[in-house]
């Protein structure tokens, strides 16, 4: 038995998986992204959405096991922040695609952003695109400028068209 160091709840441990070291033995892989922390992209787009009024819970559990990064209960919105390293192969986005649908049928709404949309340019423009697309979400979102600087942001290039995917 061991103890989760995120929630402290007891659970069995695999025999292979016990060491000398069990702190950190986590009983969910959920409780170990909660430990770990959120990526610099997750944080952004879920400081750009607080920003705008949007309540937005972080590592929801929706589609049976599947957890996303964030969850916008106001549009029933899931939304799963891409990294350009670990989504690049054709069998990770397969697996992305299948969550997704899964998801899906579920009743969810669901949006992907990769990490370099995030990080460049265009992010303005894909939060824009996102309150346009799901006018739920918010009652007053600023203009993407005000985001820009409250986020603290430097935008090198113009921005380009980024849309929402879905």
């Not at 986590?26 to 992209?41: A, D, K, L, Q």
């Not at 997750?42 to 400081?47: C, G, L």
Request: proline residues 5%; hydrophobic residues 35%.
């Amino acid at each position: 038995m061991a103890e989760c160091p995120t929630c402290h709840k007891t659970h069995r441990v695999q025999p292979s998986r016990l060491t000398d070291d069990t702190r950190n033995v986590f009983c969910s892989f959920v409780c170990y992204r909660r430990f770990v922390g959120e990526t610099f992209p997750e944080r952004a787009v879920r400081t750009a959405l607080e920003a705008q009024g949007v309540t937005v819970l972080r590592e929801y559990k929706a589609a049976g096991r599947d957890v996303f990064d964030l969850y916008a209960p106001a549009a029933n919105l899931l939304i799963e922040v891409d990294g350009d390293y670990w989504h690049r192969s054709e069998k990770v986005k397969a697996r992305d695609t299948a969550k997704s649908e899964r998801a899906r049928a579920r009743g969810f709404s669901v949006v992907r952003v990769s990490e370099s949309v995030v990080r460049g340019s265009e992010f303005t423009r894909w939060l824009s695109d996102l309150f346009a697309h799901y006018p739920s979400l918010s009652s007053n979102p600023r203009l993407p400028e005000q985001l820009v600087i409250d986020l603290g942001v430097v935008l090198d290039n113009p921005l380009t068209t980024a849309a929402v995917t879905t």
